[in-house]
């Protein structure tokens, strides 16, 4: 069965520090990753996906099958970057798009 | 460009009353079209999905129902509601490549009472 876990519900940092968002799957098979983020008063939209290898709003996130993890990653945290953040799975192999999504973590950024 | 529009925004509805939350899709054709649960702890949870007119699958057994009328269309129903339908819905579509990116609308928030 597919599964995403993130176990933070919440994370709250300071300006200019680092960022993890942590992810874990569950997946028998080839995963797709993506992280999805909402921010306050916005729509819920796609952030990046693993396939992508691509850095947005200076975000990363690396898939790591060995640990099973797609851990999102920002050096420096900005205000703008609050939000509430999702990690999502989807088999290689799956006919119809369907994705499973964590519960996903609060990101707090404080001044 | 395409355009998701979800209504109502709010709802509040008494315990076994009906439902209907409505879903379309602007700029695009034989979009793949989904509704989604979004549960505080529990994340988001997949409700239903349709990849084309009148055709529904239900992903988990509930009070709820779905309905593809047409092409661009996507509605939520009940015939009664239960306290635990609160919650907020998110209907979704996506575009015939299968590339994992979902456009959601703005969500409905109903507060069954």
């Known amino acids: 069965a597919q599964r995403v876990t993130q176990p933070e519900k919440l994370l709250s940092v300071f300006k200019g520090a680092p960022v993890e968002l942590k992810c874990n799957y569950s997946?028998?098979?080839?995963?797709?990753l993506f992280w999805y983020v909402q921010y306050s008063r916005q729509r819920l939209q796609l952030l990046l996906r693993?396939?992508s290898r691509e850095s947005i709003k200076g975000f990363t996130a690396d898939l790591n099958k060995g640990e099973t993890s797609f851990h999102l990653k920002k050096p420096f945290a900005q205000e703008e970057d609050s939000a509430m953040y999702y990690c999502?799975?989807?088999?290689?192999?799956?006919?119809?798009?369907?994705?499973?999504f964590g519960t996903g973590t609060r990101l707090l950024v404080s001044p | 460009s395409q355009t998701i529009h979800q209504w109502p925004a709010t709802l509040v509805q008494p315990v076994g009353s009906p439902l209907s939350l409505e879903c379309t899709v602007e700029g695009t054709s034989n979009p793949n079209l989904y509704w989604y649960r979004q549960a505080a702890g529990r994340g988001l949870q997949l409700l239903f999905y349709s990849v084309g007119i009148g055709q529904i699958s239900s992903e988990v057994p509930q009070n709820l129902s779905a309905s593809r009328p047409q092409d661009r269309q996507f509605i939520l129903s009940s015939k009664k509601l239960l306290l635990s339908d609160s919650g907020f819905y998110l209907c979704?579509?996506?575009?015939?490549?299968?590339?994992?990116?979902?456009?959601f609308g703005e969500g409905s928030r109903l507060t069954v009472l």
């Open positions: 979704a579509w996506s575009g015939a490549r299968v590339t994992g990116e979902l456009f």
């Open positions: 693993h396939i």
């Open positions: 997946y028998s098979g080839s995963p797709e």
């Open positions: 999502a799975l989807k088999g290689v192999n799956t006919g119809f798009q369907k994705l499973v």
